[in-house]
T-cell receptor, first 110, second 114 residues
Framework: RKEVEQDPGPFNVPEGATVAFNCTYSNSASQSFFWYRQDCRKEPKLLMSVYSSGNEDGRFTAQLNRASQYISLLIRDSKLSDSATYLCVVKGGSNYKLTFGKGTLLTVNP | EAGVTQSPTHLIKTRGQQATLRCSPISGHTSVYWYQQALGLGLQFLLWYDEGEERNRGNFPPRFSGRQFPNYSSELNVNALELEDSALYLC?????????????FGDGTRLSIL
């Protein structure tokens, strides 16, 4: 089983749609969780950390289920500028490295 | 505040040569991480430096090496370059290595092997 698995995508949605990204991780000792976005040929940028209680930042909601080892990201009222690859990222275990999912490409269409 | 800076932006080498990539972390950050992003493979962890010491390395051969300087900047060296080393190499820094600290990425160095 891969360390971090995401929906393979790609997702094509109209403006204003709600989009959900799902992610599972295999290491139960993982300690921290993040969503990054990466625009084409650019570096990954931190979108938001994911907390156990779930957290919201504007149109973005992230949730964590430690029992199921599952992370999600919900984007409401999607904008054209949300088009990017969304990376699920897990940190922890004994080596503190970040482990990235392969990413899910989102294209928001006018 | 300046972000993570990497140089050069692009590097073109031939097989068998050696490449040196450089990274300056965000001011105050002590941990530096290197990743390789090859086409179709996602981001792969290469090396982690903290307080001048190598703390961990990913599943890469020994010809990938690096170091961290007293000012926390870092170098990644790749010896005996192979075609499959062509990739975007990303450096990231975090305030420290404790859990919960996000990593912030530089723009990357695109290494092309001819």
């Amino acid at each position: 089983r891969k360390e971090v698995e995401q929906d393979p995508g790609p997702f094509n949605v109209p403006e204003g749609a709600t989009v959900a990204f799902n992610c599972t991780y295999s290491n139960s000792a993982s300690q921290s969780f993040f969503w990054y976005r990466q625009d084409c040929r650019k570096e990954p940028k931190l979108l938001m950390s994911v907390y156990s209680s779930g957290n919201e930042d504007g149109r973005f909601t992230a949730q964590l289920n430690r029992a199921s080892q599952y992370i999600s990201l919900l984007i409401r009222d999607s904008k054209l500028s949300d088009s990017a690859t969304y990376l699920c990222v897990v940190k922890g275990g004994s080596n503190y490295k970040l482990t990235f999912g392969k990413g899910t490409l989102l294209t928001v269409n006018p | 505040e300046a972000g993570v800076t990497q140089s050069p932006t692009h590097l073109i080498k031939t097989r068998g040569q050696q490449a040196t990539l450089r990274c300056s972390p965000i001011s105050g950050h002590t941990s530096v991480y290197w990743y390789q992003q090859a086409l179709g493979l996602g981001l792969q962890f290469l090396l982690w430096y903290d307080e001048g010491e190598e703390r961990n390395r990913g599943n890469f051969p020994p010809r990938f090496s690096g170091r961290q300087f007293p000012n926390y900047s870092s170098e990644l060296n790749v010896n005996a370059l192979e075609l499959e080393d062509s990739a975007l190499y990303l450096c990231a820094s975090s305030l420290n290595s404790r859990a919960g600290q996000p990593q912030h990425f530089g723009d990357g160095t695109r290494l092309s092997i001819l």
